[in-house]
């Protein structure tokens, strides 16, 4: 898989939490270190995403915003 995206990150996906119509992901990226993603019902099944997976989480945007 090709993608434009540059911030394309290798994890293993440690929760799935499927609500009324979108669907929360956990993905761990290295010990201690998770992002999260929401995504439609839709894709958790056509993805067949299930714990344990290997996925990449794929990072795209215009803005990176930083708070301290």
Known sequence: MKLSARNV???RVIAVTKGSTTAHVK???A???TVFSSIT???VDDLGL???DSVSAVIKS???MIGK
């Open 31 to 33: 010990p201690g270190l």
């Open 41 to 43: 019902n839709e894709a």
């Open 27 to 29: 993905v761990e990226l």
């Open 62 to 64: 215009s803005d990176v």
């Open 9 to 11: 990150l290798p994890g």
């Open 50 to 52: 299930k714990v344990g």
